[in-house]
């Protein structure tokens, strides 16, 4: 047979258990997105390391460049 009502107390009861069962699904969520948010930084980081030090070698390159014309030009002149 099915019990067509609860009691107050049966009520109140399900009622905290429901709440409870939000209160850690709320939490799992929130460890979640702060995992992600977490990930998506060390991603963004790391592609700015690597944008970085493709600049840094791509100054590096073009001091060598100029280095070599400024050697071209004072041994063109003496």
Same mark, same amino acid.
């Given at each position: ?38 990930? @998506?930084? %060390? +991603? #963004?980081? =790391?592609? $700015? &390391?690597? /944008? !970085? *030090? @493709?600049? %840094? +070698? #791509?100054? =590096?390159? $073009? &001091?060598? /460049? !100029? *280095?070599?014309? %400024? +050697? ?7």
């Amino acid at each position: 047979m099915v019990q067509l009502y609860y009691s107050n107390a049966e009520f109140n009861a399900h009622l905290s258990q429901a709440e409870a069962a939000n209160s850690i699904l709320n939490a799992v969520q929130s460890d979640r997105l702060a995992f992600m948010l977490r990930m @998506e930084f %060390r +991603i #963004q980081e =790391s592609e $700015f &390391r690597s /944008q !970085n *030090s @493709e600049l %840094r +070698i #791509q100054n =590096s390159e $073009f &001091r060598t /460049q !100029n *280095s070599g014309v %400024r +050697i071209k030009c004072v041994t063109r002149g003496g």
